[in-house]
């Protein structure tokens, strides 16, 4: 028999949570028109379009992004506490998402459910999107466009607090841990931000760092990459334990997960990979103008496809360094002069071409110094991003603990 009662509760509320299906304590609506074309930046009503439910809002919807000049005769106006729910998509997870609306009078477009209850919309919101996701998308009908009913939704199960005030307080509760992580991700933004415009500006130039004396660093170099460039990427020899890596735009190289195996395919390994050691770069020659370059920072050598280039440099360039003006601005801009090929998507950056790069460098002290500094607010960056991860993680577990 399952249990009507949250394994975690507040202490002040007492009594079985009741079993009911959302038709018995809403009612349903739906939104109306709305098309692209009437979004104003000027306009006098705010108003929500039911894409936007699932690409811009979550539980709650705050900093109301659209407005319109429609009429409010031509309009369906939100209540205070509407639920909102996509009448229709592409994905029928997507769609499973619910939004309450704490603000009366703005325009819902067409495509939106509307859910009218007594209970707190907040806790609704939340309750739906956690613990009832996956029921609402069984319910969404469809192939190429899914579409979502008010009279599917009507037959929800639902097991909820027999008081308001428990369900506000839920609400609330989970809503203050939202607005806490978005506080850190703004945080984050602004170091993220503030990192890549520094970085811009060290790279033309606008700024220096002083020495450890306080003086100036000397006056920067013009260098050829040949001058500093050795060609590596050994190929395996024996039975090379290396593990396989994959090189990706967002995070460099990476291992290469058991879904993008191909060691099945692969007759001689010998043939197949290049051995990356630490602190050696990659480049993937067709990729390379969209960022398609990183260096090795494991401890341990990586087999990579043959198909890319493999190098390492010497003392004189901090590799760090290096690795940060390669995925510069400049550095982007003239991997595209560079690409060659007779289809844009097969263009590509020879590394004949790229080790003929001439560019003006820095000293290595100054080099690293800047590299110092940008380890500095990756760090920051990093310990920001664990502290958002594990808020997230104690979210889903409270969660999991406190609705049923």
């Known amino acids: 028999m399952q249990s009507n009662l949250p394994s975690l509760r507040f202490p002040e509320f007492r009594g079985d949570w009741e079993r009911k299906t959302l038709g018995s304590i809403a009612s349903f609506a739906k939104g109306k028109g709305i098309t692209k074309s009437d979004i104003s930046a000027d306009g006098h009503i705010k108003c929500i379009r039911y894409g ?180 590596e990427g050994k190929y395996p020899q024996g039975n090379d334990l290396s593990p396989l890596a994959s090189l990706t735009i967002e995070n460099g190289i990476e291992a290469k997960s058991a879904r993008y195996g191909r060691d099945f395919l692969v007759n001689d390994e010998k043939e197949a990979y290049k051995l990356v050691d630490p602190e050696h770069f990659v480049i993937n020659p067709m990729n390379l103008r969209f960022g398609a370059i990183a260096k090795n920072n494991a401890k341990n050598t990586v087999k990579i496809s043959k198909y890319y280039d493999v190098f390492s440099v010497d003392d004189s360039v901090n590799a760090h360094y290096f690795e940060l003006y390669l995925k510069s601005y400049e550095m982007m801009k003239t991997y595209h002069r560079t690409a060659t090929g007779t289809l844009e998507e097969k263009k590509r950056v020879h590394f004949s071409e790229f080790i003929l790069f001439e560019k003006m460098m820095p000293c290595k002290k100054e080099q690293d110094k800047i590299s110092e500094i940008i380890a500095s607010f990756d760090n920051s960056i990093e310990n920001l991003v664990r502290k958002i991860d594990a808020i997230i993680k104690f979210k889903k577990s409270l969660i999991q603990q406190m609705f049923l």
């Open 52 to 231: 936007e439910l699932y690409t811009y809002y979550s539980e709650l919807a705050e900093n109301i992004k659209s407005s319109t000049h429609l009429n409010e005769d031509d309009l369906v106006l939100s209540l205070e506490n509407d639920v909102l729910i996509p009448a229709s998509g592409e994905s029928a997870i997507d769609m499973a998402t619910a939004t309450c609306v704490k603000e009366k009078g703005l325009g819902l477009g067409g495509d939106i459910n509307i859910i009218r209850s007594s209970l707190d919309g907040t806790f609704l919101a939340y309750y739906l999107n956690n613990s009832k996701r996956i029921d609402i998308a069984r319910y969404a009908q469809g192939i190429s466009v899914i579409h979502l009913y008010a009279a599917q939704l009507k037959l929800l199960k639902m097991c909820v607090p027999p008081t308001n005030d428990e369900a506000a307080k839920l609400g609330e509760f989970f809503s203050k841990i939202d607005e806490n992580i978005s506080l850190l991700n703004g945080k984050l933004n602004v170091l993220k931000n503030y990192k890549v415009g520094l970085l811009q500006k060290l790279f033309k130039q606008e700024v220096r760092f002083n020495n450890k004396d306080g003086g100036q660093f000397p006056d920067w170099e013009r260098r050829k990459f040949k001058d500093f460039i050795t060609v």
